[in-house]
């Protein structure tokens, strides 16, 4: 959501090593960021800081679990990468090495992904690298997109008209 | 015959004398009696407002460390404290202080336990600011210049609070260690 970026960011880790010089703490073992509706979850996530506060953060792992909940949207976006970048200010998440994203029932594959949080737009790429190793299978994105089913709306079966029991107009003699 | 009495009272009063000589010698060495022996553990020193400073071959402050009431205590050298208060200076890393309800010196001052509302503040005089760290027991080492603690221990910054179960702070290399259970939260930006 959109108001995540507001919303402080809760981390909970084994340990953490945090570099007063170059501003950088590494949270490590059984590591969970959370930021709003944002959750992450790895093996390790390096954080760095500016002279604001938390600024951007690495996470590494096998694989790294990224879910953020769709803005004005009952539905989460959850995603998967050996290697997930966020930005905070750009709001940005970069997803890098065997790279997953899906978006209620559809799902993107491919080698490296971008996921601009506010847009929801998300881009995603092979790896121009395997093409030129001829071992390696092709690096291919893959989507699937599932049709929405359109929910047939039944004609709604009108009540039946309310028969009124009135009785017969009866016949006067001239 | 009736000169056996003049034999016998002079050799009584030599077993006398003897009995006392080996009393005497058995009550001074006994471990009671001397008040200075290496196992009584009593204060041989005591200083009220006490304060001690360390500087560096160039003559610079390293660390000055004060304490309302200070305790020697011969037989292990060590000092026992009363609200001691270290402060740590470095041009370059920034300072560190460091107060407690009470202290523990060890021999040749190696190593000083801070112990009971511990408050450490570290200040890098940089736009970061301040970082205040509070746990009931911390350890320093001055000669290396890091404290450390396996208490739960509390660290609050400009824009972060972290939680841990155990600390190591090194001040000349500015490298934070946290470890067991660690919560950190860094507040948004505004």
């Known amino acids: 959501e959109l108001a995540d970026r507001t919303k402080p960011v809760n981390l909970e880790a084994d340990s953490v090593t945090v570099d007063d010089i170059h501003k950088t703490s590494v949270y490590v073992g059984s590591v969970v960021l959370i930021q709003g509706t944002m959750l992450l979850r790895a093996d390790r996530i390096e954080v760095s800081e500016n002279g604001e506060g938390f600024n951007k953060a690495v996470a590494y792992g096998n694989p ?25 200010k750009s709001n940005m998440v970069y997803l890098t090495g065997n790279a997953r994203l899906k978006k209620g029932e559809d799902e993107l594959r491919g080698h490296t992904m971008t996921y601009n949080t506010t847009s929801e737009v998300f881009e995603a790429r092979n790896d121009p690298t395997a093409a030129k190793d001829p071992n390696a299978p092709a690096s291919r994105v893959r989507a699937v997109i599932r049709p929405k089913v359109k929910t047939e709306t039944p004609a709604v079966a009108q009540p039946p008209l309310p028969l009124r029991s009135t009785p017969a107009p009866t016949l006067v003699k001239p | 015959m009736n000169n ?41 020193y005591i200083i009220e407002q006490f304060s001690v400073s360390r ?60 112990i ?10 940089d736009e970061q600011g301040p970082l205040t760290l509070t746990t009931e027991y911390l350890v320093a080492i001055p000669d290396a210049r ?12 400009k824009s972060i609070q972290m939680t841990a179960g155990g600390l190591e702070l090194d001040n000349q290399t500015r490298i934070l260690r946290l470890t067991n259970k660690v919560k950190a939260r860094y507040e948004p930006i505004k």
Request: charged fraction near 25%.
């Open chain 2, 146 to 157: 890091v404290v450390r603690t396996n208490k739960l221990v509390h660290v609050v910054g």
């Open chain 2, 116 to 125: 009971g509302n511990v408050v450490l503040v570290r200040d890098a005089h």
């Open chain 2, 4 to 44: 056996r009495p003049l034999y016998w009272f002079p050799l009584g009063i030599l077993a006398v004398i003897a009995g006392l000589t080996f009393w005497l010698q058995f009550v001074v060495q006994s471990p009671r009696a001397n008040i200075f022996s290496k196992d009584r553990h009593i204060a041989d």
């Open chain 1, 64 to 88: 790294v679990y990224f879910r953020q909940k769709r803005d004005k949207v009952d539905e989460y976006v959850e995603g998967y990468a050996s290697r997930i970048d966020m930005d905070s």
């Open chain 2, 55 to 114: 500087t560096n071959l160039a003559g610079q402050l390293i660390y000055t460390l004060h304490a309302d009431h200070a305790e020697h205590f011969l037989d292990d050298d060590t000092t026992t404290l009363l609200k001691p208060h270290l402060i740590a200076h470095d041009d370059h890393q920034g300072s560190a202080d460091v107060r407690a309800k009470q202290g523990f010196v060890t021999a040749k001052g190696k190593e000083v336990d801070f």
